[in-house]
């Protein structure tokens, strides 16, 4: 009986003497581990503060002389966020830049499949809502017609053309359809006091 009971206790000793020499190597790895993950943190401090540099996609004209900006924008471009962009662009991963007074006509489609969209431009810098109470654009002209209706906006295959003079500012392109801009269906817009033009990604 004492046997047994010795040859049971000493197993248990064993287990217990491994498991905690296995706890010590683990920790010494985690350690060891931890260490290299502290670097990455450092990285997001040297992105570029501004977004990118500026680039002149086809989809945009800007005339210096005339004082005028061309922008096509379509609906559902691509099948990003369920086809819920502008030009293939969500969750404001592209922000156009317009000089300040420029004379701006924005040609809207739409060519998501299934869904009307609309195009409204509001100020910046707030949380997208899933409704939004006010469907006044922060310039007046720059939003299309019906912009929260789920049935009279923009309908698949049609398109509507809105024109605005541009004033100094941040703003946002969004669509004021429900859940549309909460889940993603905006991008940056910007009237440049400096005279700059582009798309910056």
Do not use: Q
């Not at 985690?30 to 500026?54: M, Q, V």
């Not at 005339?63 to 990003?80: P, S, Y």
């Not at 017609?145 to 906006?153: E, F, K, L």
């Not at 809105?162 to 889940?183: E, K, Q, R, S």
């Amino acid at each position: 009986m004492k046997r047994v009971l010795s040859s049971g206790f000493a197993a248990i000793f064993c287990l217990v003497v491994v498991a905690c020499g296995g706890g010590e190597a683990s920790n010494s790895d985690d350690t060891a581990a931890a260490a290299p993950a502290a670097a990455p943190a450092a990285a997001p401090a040297a992105a570029e503060p501004s977004g990118g540099t500026l680039s002149m996609p086809d989809w945009m004209h800007v005339d210096a002389d005339a004082k005028t900006a061309t922008i096509d924008i379509v609906a559902g471009e691509t099948d990003a966020n369920n086809h819920w962009n502008f030009n293939g662009h969500a969750n404001g991963d592209a922000t156009i830049v317009v000089p300040e007074g420029y004379a701006v006509t924005i040609n809207f489609s739409n060519n998501d499949p299934a869904t009307p969209h609309s195009l409204v431009l509001i100020a910046a810098g707030g949380t997208m809502p899933a409704m939004f109470d006010d469907a006044t654009p922060a310039i007046a002209g720059a939003a299309t017609s019906n912009p929260t209706s789920m049935t009279d906006a923009t309908t698949t295959g049609s398109s509507e053309t809105i024109n605005f003079t541009a004033i100094a500012g941040d703003y946002d392109l969004v669509c004021m359809i429900p859940a549309h801009a909460y889940t993603g269906m905006w991008i940056g817009f910007e009237v440049s006091a400096s005279g700059e033009a582009g798309v910056r990604m």
